[in-house]
């Protein structure tokens, strides 16, 4: 993956999102990547999520509920009972993968360039 952001800590935390989801369509890929994910994907949202309430970002609450659904989805994965195996691991990987493409270059851009023209960067 290229360059997702101009903002370090938020081009970095992207690039760890994708290399997880790259892991997801692994043949050995289990239960344990997605746990991964979430957990990492938790991380990354709540520090986009503290930069936007401090900086009173305008377009918090639509970029936080679209954050929750992210969440919610993967919930939803990990509580389906599915087997895990490498079909299934290509079909949750091609999903999260748009989803995740979608939000970085779309919504998060409009975070990153109210960032960058602020005095927290």
Not at 16 to 21: A, M, S
Not at 42 to 53: G, P, Q
């Amino acid at each position: 993956m290229g360059k997702t952001s101009d903002i370090l800590w938020q081009d970095a935390q992207h690039q760890v999102l994708f290399e997880i989801l790259d892991l997801v369509r692994q043949p050995d890929a289990d239960w344990q990547v997605l746990r991964r994910l979430e957990d990492y994907t938790a991380y990354h949202f709540a520090l986009e999520e503290k930069y936007m309430t401090v900086l009173d970002f305008p377009g918090r609450i639509e970029h936080m509920q679209s954050h929750q659904r992210f969440r919610n989805e993967i919930a939803k994965l990990l509580q389906s009972g599915e087997e895990f195996d490498e079909q299934f691991g290509e079909i949750i990987a091609t999903f999260l993968n748009e989803w995740l493409t979608r939000h970085v270059f779309g919504v998060d851009k409009e975070l990153e360039q109210f960032i960058l023209n602020s005095p927290i960067k």
